[in-house]
């Protein structure tokens, strides 16, 4: 049975995979993730683990931030806006593309 915030976290995927002309196959592939996996969160309502969450985001080229930056996620209790600093990081990290980012992250383990 799905709850409240799997059919947010599911509808912001869908929402993403469609401005990216995505599959959701595609996802799993570019997540590196089981097929099942994403299948059992989408279709079955299962909650997400966080490191899911964030090979999703990496599959998509968009920050766990990102992601999750809508309604209700991105608000106060009260309704009003959560919009804090963004750091250094995540600027440098929202700038990149995504081959930029495969880049740094083959410097970074020593890939290159």
Known sequence: MKNKHNTLFTNRLYKLMRERNLTL???VTLS???TTTLSNIVNRGS???IDTVFKI????????????????YNQHL???PAKGKESK???LGNALTSNEKER???ILSDEI
């Open 89 to 91: 990081w995540e600027k």
């Open 47 to 49: 909650a997400p683990r």
């Open 25 to 27: 196959n595609r996802v």
């Open 57 to 72: 985001c990496e599959g998509l080229g968009i920050s766990f931030t990102e992601f999750f930056d809508f309604p209700p």
């Open 32 to 34: 590196g993730m089981a």
């Open 78 to 80: 009260d309704g009003t």
């Open 104 to 106: 740094v992250r083959k």
